[in-house]
């Protein structure tokens, strides 16, 4: 019987079968079926693993994250649409505008105004960096833009100054008072000029010297005009009363009112191939 073929030599047991005798069994002999099983095992761990990295451990906020991406892909696009030929034909935009603090919802939209033209790579122009004015100047410097506020050394040294954001935001000064200010809002290389809702006689007569500039100046000496852009309806009756009856149909035809952001960019967009049309007569 196999049962009774078995015997204890040595340690190790013999199987004595038909008459003959075999060798102990080697426990060697079963290392291929662990050697399966334990890579079996390894195979099922490696599987869990990867499952667990593909899964994030911790979800902040999913919608933030979406929100995140989505505005992304809209300021890539708004890069996308940029005009080059704005920035190579106007370089600068001067903006006029009231130093009074504006609503929450006009705040909203000067600071779409300064990223729009941020985005055109424009350099803007204020005559300081309070109110109105300090809206779009932030619009602008939040969205890589570059402004210059231009102030008199009279005004520096009254503390007037301008905190220096290096390459974004920084205050030029000229000596004197207003009438050397005007140097610089009215420097030969501004392409246009906006104009905000103001209450002040200060924006008054920057905007009337700038219509001003352009009927008795540009227009007699053949240069190219620089548009008068006004954002809202707010000089319109003014306009209208005071200034339109004073002018030539030849400078009525460069000064335009605008609804938003979106209306100013047309304007400049329009101007930058008029300009360039101009250059190569």
Partial sequence: ????????????????????????????H?????????????????????????????????ESDADSLENKEQESLERELSDPLIKEQLKRITIFGSFSEPNEEESEKLKRLGKSLAEQNLTILVGGNYGYLKEAATGAVENDGRVIVVGTTAG?????ATENIRGRLRGVYYE????????????????????LPSQTLGTYTELVEAVDKMASFDTYLDRFPQPVIFVGDFWKEKFEQEIKPRIKE???????FVENEKGVIDVLSKYAKLKREYEQK
């Fill in 176 to 195: 004197g008072g207003y009438p050397a200010k005007k140097q610089g809002l009215f420097h030969e290389s501004v392409g246009a000029y906006v104009v």
């Fill in 156 to 160: 520096k040294e009254k503390g007037w």
């Fill in 250 to 256: 030849r400078v009525l035809e460069h000064i335009y």
């Fill in 1 to 28: 019987m196999l049962a009774s073929a078995l015997n204890e030599q040595g340690g190790g047991a013999s199987l004595r079968l038909a008459g003959k005798k075999f060798p102990p069994p080697n426990p060697l």
């Fill in 30 to 62: 079963f290392l291929p079926a662990h050697a399966s099983l334990i890579f079996l095992i390894i195979l099922l761990f490696s599987d869990m693993i990867k499952n667990m990295e593909k899964e994030p451990a911790i979800q902040n906020n999913p």
